[in-house]
């Protein structure tokens, strides 16, 4: 039976991460989970501590403060790769994205592929409640890196995702410039760089259930940077 990781990155999601837990668990019992808490200010890791302690296979990674989602993700590779799993499903903690996706990303991993994409950007997939202004950045976003990195995927900004973890011992990690939302795309670029196949199956993105964003401007002109000086243009990396 192959080895699953469910890895869930989380800053103030103490009212989202528990029904989504219970959630993940009902649609694959045989995973184990992994959060990796940035010390959040709302309690989010003091309850997962006490989760894991209650010995669910829960595993709590909780580090100092707000390092970004890039970097949490980066340590949740580290940590599939180091520990025997055979994928690393990576999913929002603000219930975004949904539990009964899950099974289709195993499914199309299962079928051999190395990256498979929860996708809006694909024939069934979708965005709910999203104002035309946010529509037209994530659009944007999307034809930036696809031009930057010359990505062939449909949705690269998205988190949800299943990883073969044999790909990712490969990865050279500390290559990966990101530390915040950019990572999604620098991602896909070093991986198919390592000779990655790509899949994508359709998902519906949710609005957050609880809580805020914690995008905001600054962090959009950072991952722009970030991707454009990373571009193979003036990089000799391709
Ligand atoms: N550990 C950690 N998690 C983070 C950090 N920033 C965001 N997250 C988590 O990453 C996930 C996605 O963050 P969101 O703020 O929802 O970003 P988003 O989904 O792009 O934006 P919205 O659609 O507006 O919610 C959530 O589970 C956050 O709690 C961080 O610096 N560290
Ligand atoms: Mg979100």
Redesign the pocket.
Known sequence: MKRILIA??????RD?LPPLIDEIFAAVPEADILV???N?PDG?GDWAQSFSSSGRRLKLIR?SG????G??VLEAMRYAADSGYDYLLNM???G?HRPQYIASLLQKSAEGYDVVIGSRYIAGGGVENWAWYRRLMSWCINRYARLMLGLKTRDNSG?FRCYRVELLRRLDTESVVSR??SFFEEILYRLSALGASFAEVPII?A??RF?????NKSEVFKALWILFRIAPYWTKTR
């Not at 707000?66 to 989602?69: N, P, Y």
């Not at 809580?211 to 995008?215: A, R």
């Open positions: 869930l990155a989380t800053y103030n999601e989202n990796i808490d940035d959040s989010t580090r707000k390092l970004g989602l970097s949490a929002d903690a603000d975004s988190s915040g939302y993105f609005d957050r809580g805020q964003s914690k995008i």
